[in-house]
């Protein structure tokens, strides 16, 4: 999993990359354009086309039935009827496909997620960064900053959590990696100051199959460490089309619907 | 001799240009554009000297090349009615603000219950109720209790846009101008003028009991950790249930041995040292799950951790960039407003003397907040002057108000009773420092405008020490026109405890104002109508005549007596029969406010409040300078608006010289 998502990672780092200084909405619409044509032809593969095809021409029968035979209530009872069940049947057509597409869409939003997901810092702005450490660990943990960041406040040590918690400031636009020493050992974390469309991970978290899933923006923490979660608070981005803000993923999922719509034709996909 | 000539020429070209300047000058153009500064207790004595002084280049430099007077104030000089004298051009007969509180008779109280007076609700409409919840149809909506035409609007029919932001006594924006932001008289999320929360270990904090305008909890940090509760409505309207509070938590953590912890605020987190502020925090209140929430602002402040571990939330304020409240016209100009500048206090007066007068804030952190408020309203007004592309900008200051009413007494009078010499060398500079805050501002705006900009600073009053407190109802009592129950001892707190409504004649609700007890009109009213008059006038005798004790001078200088001495009608029947203007240096004790009744009449002012203007309103004008001279006379707050107006060649505006009717839309 590391391994696939250090090549997923380097991948959308360089589709990216040429993105990187502009309004984050016109590489969303490429990425989205390029997923439209990467669902088509996984759609087109995996799909009983022919079938997808055949129910269809029944649904439009069915509600063609309904408009002709509009003075006949059984005669649109069971037209009506049909069409719910032609309906059930289209979307356990799609179900194939959709379990096919569903593993390397998620891997794509995991990614995207890093690179529109949060706010970019800009240089001295104060952030939060935190490590949770396992139940019963050592509480002596320490940092050590790059220069360029400086710590804002004297560290919280959180008996209860455990934990500790710093007030850190960078001083100037860059990417840093931040040294954290927990006992004996050595834990990094990246933060990104910088306002374009980068890679920002806001955790490291322990390794699972779960976490290496959805965070892969960041390499699992060894999985003897004695901190479980390290973060880094990113504030979360909204994308704003005309004064409308949205998450992301909303416009993701309209833009890559909306053009997969657009493109069947050129690619012969019938959905 | 041709030389000769042409220099004759030459000398005569110069002399009619000379002459065609001239004239040019005293013929001036009609305003295009106008921006108005109104900084609420801008005193004009202190600016005077302040001027002389050579304090405040850029007022006397509007005073040089333009022009600068005392302003008249209101009667009774209060805000929300002053400033509804500017926005109306009406008295409070016809607009109908006669204090803070006004009382609502339709309570069943003999007194009637007190109510804001600038704010009201509209009724509750039809509810549909299912499974324990309530969905209101429609009504429940707050309401602006001035009436009357507001000035912007004759600018609005004449096509010019205007931007009013922070307009006291404008609570819902009328939606005149192109663009409102509604101030005094907006309430916080609760509902109320502003409650903070704040929570402490110390038991001598959370055991008070004589606390107002915030609640202080008791707090627990076990194992470094405490968890707090905000309360957001004590009963969450959507529910049947009774007293079913709307709240949301928040978690602290505490370093054991750094003053310094770490706040979990929804899905914020932020770690904070002691004595520092944080920027605004947004808070959710769910309503209805899923379904219906409201969100509010707040700013934190760790006051301490150790001994004592204590926490200072601001009140709740509506969040402009999710209002729960209509606190602007349109909408979308508060969340502009705090896109560009930053979330923002949007409660009527932010400045907490609340804090200050429970104990609760100090002076120090009291005055940083102020701080932090005043830097909000300048950033705003910085943002809309600097895009002003015409028509007219008016923006409000309030923090100069709300600072002098701490500080005025305790550093300018050394006869105050609480007048210190140490606090009185750490800051005696503090208010005439703010006074050259707002010169610079004014200079910086007077360095923008174009030539075809008129910049007017104007104030709603000026300022006083209050060092006598006058206690109305007690005076009431002692000549005799309210009786007390046999039993009953002074003081009495609050809502005339132990009053015997059968033989009063009078009472006092609010700082200044005095009803009678009028059959037919209060529900246990003992004077008649007829005799109303005859006993008003005795009451003004008696009043003018009392004199103080201790300096020996007359404690009442004026009396206004509604029909007598308010011009305008349409709204007089809300009003106090009488409005007390108490010699400079005294006020309404703020116990008199909500009815309560002292021991003595007059003692000496020992509220954390040592500054006021709600006296007889001839002491205390405000000021008016215009960048050039206008063309309409203004000496007054009451027909400031109608020259202001003028300039843009609107003359239709009322100006307090004629009668003027309003009738009352209710």
Known sequence: MSLLNSVLGGVFDILLLPFRSLPPMIGLVVISALCSVGMLLGYKATSNQPAIEAVKRKIAAGLFEIRLYNDDIVAILKAQGAILRDNLRYLGLNMVPMVFMMVPFVLVIAQLQFHYGYEGLEANEPVLLQVTLQEGASSDVSLELPDGVRLDAPAVRMAALPGTAWRLVPESSGSYELGIIVGSERLTKTLVVDDTVTRRSPFRLAPSFLNQLLYPAEPPLPADSAAVEIALHYPDRELSVLGFGQHWLVWFFLLTIVLAFAMKGWFGVTI | MKALRLSAIALLAVAAAGALFSLGARAQTPTENMIVMGIDGLDYTLVREMIDAGRLPNLARMEREGQFGPLETAATPQSPVAWSNFITGLDSGGHGIFDFLHRDL??????????????????????????????????????????????????????????????????????????????????????????????????????????????????????????????????????????????????????????????????????????????????????????????????????????????????????????????????????????????????????????????????????????????????????????????????????????????????????????????????????????????????????????????????????????????????????????????????????????????TRAYSIGISALYLNLRGREPSGQVAPGDRMALLEQIERDLLATIDPVTGEPAVTKIYIRERDFHDRGNLEIGPDIIVGFANGTRGSGNNALGGIAEEVITDNTEEWSGDHIMDHRTVPGVLFASRPLQREATSLQNLAAALLAEFGIDDFPDGTTPITVINPE
Not at chain 2, 138 to 158: E, M, N, S, V, Y
Not at chain 2, 164 to 190: C, F, H, K
Not at chain 2, 266 to 273: H, I, L, R, S
């Open chain 2, 106 to 503: 339709t309570s069943g109280l003999p007194f009637g219950f007190p109510y804001q007076a600038t704010a009201l609700n509209e009724p509750p409409g039809p509810e549909f109720k299912m499974a324990g919840y309530v969905f209101p149809l429609w009504g429940g909506d707050p309401k602006l209790g001035r009436h009357g035409t507001a000035f912007w609007q004759h600018l609005a029919d004449a096509g010019i846009p205007a931007t009013v932001v922070r307009m006291p006594a404008n609570y819902p924006p009328v939606g005149a101008g192109e663009r409102e932001l509604s101030g005094m008289g907006t309430p916080d999320l609760r509902g109320s003028p502003g409650e903070s929360f704040f929570f402490s270990t110390d038991r001598r904090q959370f055991m008070k009991t004589d606390v107002s305008g915030g609640f202080i909890y008791p707090a627990d940090v076990i194992d470094g950790k405490f968890e707090g509760t905000i309360i957001g409505l004590d009963d969450n309207p959507l529910t049947e249930a009774e007293n079913d509070a709307i709240s949301t938590d928040f978690v602290v953590y505490v370093d054991p041995d750094e003053d310094v912890a770490k706040f979990e605020v929804g899905t914020q987190q932020f770690v904070m040292q002691a004595g520092e502020w944080s920027d605004w925090k947004t808070l959710d209140f769910e309503m209805l799950p899923y379904l219906a929430s409201m969100t509010g602002a707040v700013r934190f402040f760790l006051k301490s951790v150790r001994p004592e571990f204590e926490v200072y939330v601001t009140p709740i304020q509506v969040d402009p960039m999710a209002p729960a409240l209509p606190i602007a016209e349109p909408a979308e100009f508060a969340l502009e407003l705090a896109e560009v500048t930053g979330r923002f206090y949007t409660q009527e007066m932010p400045e907490d003397t609340h804090a200050i007068n429970n104990g609760v804030l100090d002076l120090a952190e009291f005055l940083e907040q102020t701080r932090i408020a005043r830097e909000e309203t300048v950033a705003q007004f910085r943002y809309l002057r600097d895009t002003f592309e015409g028509g007219f900008l008016f923006s409000y200051f309030g923090s100069g108000d709300q600072t002098s009413h701490v500080m005025w007494g305790v550093t300018r009078d050394t006869g105050h009773p609480q007048y210190d010499p140490a606090l009185h060398d750490q800051y005696r500079e503090l208010i005439p420092n703010i006074y050259e805050e707002f010169d610079a501002l004014i200079g910086e705006t007077l360095d923008t405008i174009d030539d075809n900009t008129t910049l007017v600073v104007m104030s709603d009053h000026g300022f006083a020490s209050w060092r006598r407190s006058f206690n109305l109802n007690t005076w009431l009592v002692e000549n005799g026109y309210m009786t007390l129950q046999r039993q009953t001892s002074l003081p009495v707190k609050e809502f005339f405890n132990g009053v015997d409504w059968r033989r």
